[in-house]
């Protein structure tokens, strides 16, 4: 083997392992600096059960699995906040993961589309007085919460919960002189 020969083996060998200890970084980095901290954060948190962190080409998809839950608004303002801690806005889709029933999902099928109506048009006092009145028919109970940038929707039948988070549309605020 001739020594040019030689030195091109080297340099091939050399990228080689550059790349291969460059990938190998960022992976150790997103195990243990990104993804194992929030997990430790977000089961620290008393409603959360389990948490998943799967990374893919788009950011971060985080499924937070809930136990009993009194306050939704609360429990997943207290997720947000963790993740905004540590992500930028849009880096992560988060899935909140309930333990509903079928008589749970099939009564959130029936009343989705009131939710959607709410939510575009703010009748938040009548969609409490709708889902009062389904819940008495069916046996649930319900909590209704809002806040300027979701609606917070909790059914209950027993042990079994349906948390939904239903953002609202922004709306536009307008400065300056009108006339």
């Not at 499924?63 to 306050?71: F, I």
């Not at 997720?79 to 999902?105: A, M, P, S, T, W």
Request: net charge negative; with cysteine; proline share 3%.
């Amino acid at each position: 083997m001739k020594i040019d020969e030689l030195r091109i083996a080297v340099v091939l060998l050399a990228m080689i392992l550059t790349v291969v200890a460059l990938f190998g970084g960022y992976k150790v980095y997103n195990v243990y600096g990104v993804e194992k901290p929030v997990k430790e954060q977000l089961s620290a948190l008393p409603p959360v059960s389990s948490v998943s962190i799967d990374k893919n080409k788009n950011g971060y998809d985080i499924e937070v699995q809930l136990g009993a839950v009194e306050n939704l608004q609360s429990a997943y303002t207290g997720i947000e906040n963790v993740l905004n801690q540590r992500f930028d806005n849009g880096d992560y889709k988060l899935h909140i993961i309930d333990n509903r029933n079928e008589k749970l999902e099939l009564f959130y099928l029936q009343i989705q589309p009131a939710v959607q109506q709410t939510a575009a048009k703010s009748e938040f006092v009548w969609l409490d007085g709708y889902l009062d009145a389904k819940c008495r028919e069916m046996g649930l109970k319900h909590n209704l919460m809002i806040d300027e940038k979701n609606i917070y929707v909790h059914i209950s039948d027993g042990p079994y919960n349906l948390y939904d988070i239903v953002a609202r549309p922004a709306v536009g605020i307008s400065a300056g002189n009108n006339s």
